[in-house]
């Protein structure tokens, strides 16, 4: 039994499974639709700050990265996208409005913003433009609960 599990052929093995999984086309659902709606925004530094930070997974305007098309990391990031677009979609605002649940949407905004947990920290390692500074979150904070009280 042991010289069947020899590191090369475990190594094969990987290798092998690395390029079925990649048979699974997650990137089928890499796709921009057209936008819908979007805010009135309460200034153009709010907009850029939004676009900035939050425009990869909550908007139909995704930047899909080559790694986006390769598996397993295309699983994840086609699944992040989804929900973030689930959640909120900025270029389909009226549908993010309606959505509201149990807290405001800017609400939820300052919650995620201010927790840390948007953009989440596995994506700002990759895209270092992304992180705010503590002065850029409150100002992201600040302008969408203006942007969403002016609907």
């Known amino acids: 039994m042991r010289t069947w599990l020899t590191p090369r ?47 990869d997974c909550h908007s139909n305007q995704t930047t899909w990265p080559w790694y986006s098309y390769v598996a397993p990391a295309s699983w994840l ?28 949407l800017d609400q939820q905004i300052q919650r995620e913003v201010s927790r840390g947990e948007m953009p989440p920290s596995y994506f700002t390692l990759l895209h270092p433009n992304a992180a705010l500074t503590d002065a850029e979150k409150q100002q992201l904070i600040d302008g969408m609960a203006k942007t969403v009280q002016a609907k």
Not at 16 to 28: A, C, E, G, K
Not at 78 to 103: E, K, M, P, Y
């Open 9 to 55: 052929r475990l190594l094969s093995g990987a290798l092998i499974l690395l390029v079925l999984i990649q048979l699974v086309p997650s990137w089928l659902w890499n796709t921009n639709p057209a936008v819908v709606s979007q805010p009135t925004w309460d200034s153009p530094q709010t907009q850029a700050l939004v676009q900035r930070a939050c425009f």
């Open 77 to 104: 990031i086609t699944r992040d996208v989804i929900s973030g677009r689930r959640h909120l979609n900025f270029d389909d605002w009226q549908s993010s409005l309606a959505r509201q649940d149990r807290f405001p």
